[in-house]
């Protein structure tokens, strides 16, 4: 089975841009979520998306915005970029939330020059 | 914000000793997850132990979970080359306040393992 999917795997944007990051679950798997990984850092939670409803949020400013298609699949919006955005962006899916196993994807590295 | 806080945050050994890295939390939890990251890469998930556990293993990896105390620890016995990579402590708190339904991840213990 294939695991969780992520495109594109690099990114570069300068600030100002926009960027949307997309993902595909594993098959079966109705929750998504998002996090943001700074260099050094470990993973900050952005979004949870659950049968295509926001269930959860977290403390990032309304420039990032997503939102989970029919299909379970998910896209990430950044808008007006900041250097602070570069970062590396994972998605995990699971069957339904933060109770259970996430599996994540191979992330998407962003560089906001 | 983090909450969980790994101990140490870099760690190297000697291929075949072992391992142990500890986390601490701050709220009350359901669970507790272990991961694994190579080269900033994507994560692995290790193992998951719910709050009313206090031990679980797989394979070479033992983890203990003391909710008194909030923490939370990781043994790899017989350490090996492949092993070498950073982990991360992250836990699914009890009571989401303020819509946030993630997990909360600590900052990592780097692991080297020498040959």
């Known amino acids: 089975d294939a695991g969780v999917t992520q495109s594109p795997t690099h990114l570069i944007k300068t600030r100002g841009q926009h960027v949307t990051l997309r993902c595909s679950p594993i098959?079966?798997?109705?929750?998504v979520s998002w996090y943001q990984q700074v260099l050094g850092q470990g993973p900050q939670f952005i979004f949870q998306?659950?049968?295509?409803?926001?269930?959860g949020r977290g403390n990032f400013p309304d420039r990032f915005s997503a939102r989970q298609f029919p299909n379970y699949s998910s896209e990430l919006n950044v808008n007006a970029l900041l250097l602070g955005d570069s970062a590396l962006y994972l998605c995990?899916?699971?069957?339904?939330?933060?109770?259970?196993?996430?599996?994540f994807g191979p992330g998407t590295r962003l560089l906001v020059l | 914000s983090q909450q969980g806080e790994e101990d140490p945050q870099a760690l190297s050994i000697q291929e075949g000793e072992n391992a142990t890295m500890n986390c601490s939390y701050k709220t009350s939890i359901n669970n507790l997850q272990w991961y694994r990251q190579n080269s900033g890469r994507g994560l692995v998930h290790l193992i998951l132990?719910?709050?009313?556990?206090r031990e679980k293993h797989s394979g070479r990896l033992r983890v203990t979970l003391d909710t008194s105390k909030k923490s939370s620890s990781l043994l790899i016995t017989a350490s090996r080359a492949a092993d070498t990579a950073s982990y991360f402590c992250a836990t699914a708190e009890m009571y989401s306040g303020g819509g946030a339904d993630g997990l909360t991840f600590g900052k990592g213990t780097h692991l080297i393992i020498q040959p």
């Open positions: 995990a899916s699971s069957w339904a939330g933060r109770q259970e196993t996430q599996y």
């Open positions: 098959s079966g798997h109705k929750s």
């Open positions: 132990i719910r709050s009313n556990e």
């Open positions: 998306y659950y049968e295509k409803e926001e269930r």
